[in-house]
């Protein structure tokens, strides 16, 4: 099963003898490259929350080579040392680790390093492995094209959170964990040594409460009102709804080219074929009239959980 590795820098200690108190920290691991400058003197350690890297890695260990090149600035010439380590990191461990690692530092006499003055400087890794829930980045028109496991295309949500699972012959392969599809396997293409579909970082917010009035066909979202159509043939009942994650792109919204994501809908319950979303007309959904508008809304609903995994908030529906 595939890990996710956060690499990160978070202490120096200083130690031997004093070479200067402007120092520069540069790590770079397997193309990850930070650079961290810090006012430390002898006998001193500071606290770092840098992160070198992000690594997807699967199998028992992950032992990348680091290089590590600490640098005390100097008018005119630079002391510097440098090493090259592996570090050991338990993937079975889901847990923070720690790797110590060590880098002498000579002062310079013109370009000459001496042998009477070296600097200690004492770096703390931090690596936490986490299982890779990651996200559905936000594309051009609201949907990610996947394939199901039969090769069919379907289409993903923004945002829409994901566990991977294996890469394969160029594909990564992952399941989804809310939504419509949760519970599916699907993949997408991989090229590169990371994965350029999904982003680490959780956009998601908290569940959204949105109020719809029947006699004046206003939609309340976040202190805003915006004007609504809907189907006098099949008219909504007063109650709360469960607002639901995207579910497929509707053919409905192709057409309007003055909105954001227009085919991105939003079920209202979990049956029937209600929805939120904008156009000029409805059939029974909750229909948004202004289509550049359309895209204010759509930012607020598509980040937003209830969490249980289906729904992103609650309508009200009153008279």
């Not at 005119?76 to 002498?104: A, H, M, P, R, W």
């Not at 399941?175 to 599916?184: N, S, Y």
């Not at 939120?276 to 959980?305: F, M, P």
């Amino acid at each position: 099963m595939f890990k996710t590795v956060i690499l990160k820098l978070i202490n120096i200690k200083y130690s031997g003898n004093s070479i200067g108190n402007d120092v520069r920290v540069e790590i770079n691991a397997l193309n990850n490259f930070i650079s961290v400058d810090k006012k430390i003197k002898k006998g001193q350690s500071v606290a770092c929350q840098e992160t070198v890297g992000q690594f997807f890695v699967d199998g028992k260990f992950f032992n990348p080579e680091i290089k590590i090149t600490v640098i005390e600035k100097d008018l005119f010439f630079n002391d510097v040392g440098s090493i090259s380590v592996k570090l050991k990191i338990d993937l079975e461990k889901n847990t923070t680790q720690i790797n110590k690692c060590q880098v002498e530092v000579y002062e310079k006499r013109g370009r000459k390093k001496t042998k009477s003055k070296r600097g200690v400087f004492d770096l703390t890794l931090e690596p936490t492995v986490k299982t890779p829930f990651v996200y559905v980045p936000e594309t051009k028109d609201g949907w990610l094209v996947v394939l199901d496991r039969n090769g069919e295309e379907v289409s993903l949500p923004s945002y829409l959170k994901v566990e991977v699972k294996r890469r394969e012959l160029g594909r990564e392969y992952f399941t989804i964990l809310e939504g419509a599809l949760r519970g599916g396997e699907y993949s997408v293409k991989c090229p590169d040594d990371i994965s350029v579909f999904m982003i680490n970082d959780n956009h998601h917010t908290k569940l959204v409460q949105v109020t719809y009035s029947i006699s004046n066909k206003i939609l309340c979202l976040s202190d805003k009102k915006y004007q609504t159509t809907d189907y006098e043939g099949a008219p909504w009942v007063k109650g709360l709804y469960d607002i639901e994650i995207p579910d497929f792109p509707h053919p409905g919204g192709l057409y309007y080219d003055n909105a954001k994501n227009p085919t991105v809908w939003f079920r209202v319950g979990h049956s029937g074929e209600r929805y939120i979303h904008t156009g000029r007309h409805s059939l029974g959904c909750i229909t948004v009239l202004d289509q550049k508008k359309w895209g204010e809304i759509y930012n607020i609903l598509i980040r937003a959980r209830k969490g249980d995994g289906q729904s992103i908030g609650v309508l009200e529906v009153i008279e």
